[in-house]
């Protein structure tokens, strides 16, 4: 088994290296657990980045094994945004020049962009008294990219392409944090979850903070569905890519909702360890929705698309 790896406009940076070794041997536990290899976007645009980003806030590691987590998430980010990028698009692309890198420049200066950024949250993470503070300043951040994906997704589950059975039921909120996804089976998902009883009765002021943050920032949940209302095309999403957008979407909500969470309670229970760990998710969460919007910019062919390789 090996994969196959289209060029990327970067492959090594500070924060992140690309390893073929290392997603080679996520795809062979893919398909051992039962995964289908010709199911690129469940497997590149799902199961390896929740892999990685479950890896990076449950085992210690050291600073290059961190790296290869976070390039295994540049690659799901980055063709997972020129697979959407291709959904939204149905029109054939414009034909690509040998630009250089490949991709294009933006999508360079994007990865790297936010491959710094991921880099120094990695970098705070090590760094216990800087930890909490850093992990309590992201919080409205974290809500706000939480509020804008919970929109996106309800959107796209109260929009199935014509012919498509609802995958509505998938999703249940008891509040805006209170939300599971039954496509989702990461322990991670739900680790954190004991924060929200702190959030509905709040013990002690930092909570209260907290609290107050959540409903002031809960509103950028109609932000999100109004954004994919006004860029979604008129036929709507594939019917061929939407169980699989809707899968996908589905982790990254989930996983937003966990960084949320640990950030809040770091702060919120003056627990450094914590906070050290919900930075690092944090980083990887950046380092996936930045490289997605690098993918989003890219003038990559259309069809741009990793595969597994059965010989």
Not at 67 to 86: H, P, Q, T
Not at 174 to 197: K, Q, T
Not at 216 to 221: G, K, N, R, Y
Not at 239 to 252: E, G, H, I, K
Request: charged share 15%; net charge negative; with cysteine.
């Amino acid at each position: 088994m090996s994969v196959d790896l289209p060029p990327m406009p970067v492959t090594e940076d500070r924060a992140f290296v690309v390893s073929e070794p290392a997603i080679t041997d996520a795809a062979t536990a893919y398909v051992a657990a039962g995964g289908d290899p010709s199911d690129s976007p469940r497997f590149f645009f799902g199961d390896l980045a929740t892999g990685s980003l479950d890896t990076l806030a449950s085992v210690k590691l050291t600073r290059e094994q961190e790296r290869v987590e976070m390039g295994n998430l540049a690659v799901s980010g980055y063709f997972g945004g020129i697979w959407l990028r291709d959904d939204l698009r149905p029109e054939p692309a414009e034909p690509v020049s040998a630009a250089k890198p490949p991709g294009g420049v933006i999508s360079a200066l994007g990865l790297r962009m936010f491959g710094a950024f991921a880099g120094g949250l990695a970098d705070i993470s090590r760094v216990s008294w800087l930890s909490t503070p850093a992990a309590h300043s992201s919080v409205p951040v974290l809500l706000s990219l939480y509020g804008y994906n919970k929109g996106y997704l309800e959107y796209l589950l109260d929009n199935p392409p014509p012919g498509v059975p609802s995958m509505r039921d998938t999703l249940a909120c008891r509040g805006f944090l209170d939300c599971n996804s039954s496509l989702v089976d990461l322990e991670i998902a739900n680790r954190y979850d004991s924060a929200l009883v702190d959030l509905e009765h709040p013990p002690t002021l930092r909570w209260a903070e907290m609290k107050l943050w959540t409903a002031v920032l809960e509103s950028t949940t109609g932000a999100g569905r109004f954004v994919w209302k006004i860029i979604t095309p008129s036929g709507g999403f594939s019917p061929s890519s939407y169980a699989a957008l809707v899968d996908l979407s589905s982790a990254y909500l989930m996983i937003g909702k966990a960084a949320t969470l640990a950030s809040m309670k770091s702060y919120g229970d003056r627990d450094a360890d914590l906070a050290s760990t919900a930075l690092l998710l944090q980083a990887g969460l950046w380092m996936w929705s930045g490289a997605y919007f690098s993918g989003l910019a890219s003038n990559a062919p259309r069809g741009t698309i990793p595969s597994i390789v059965l010989a």
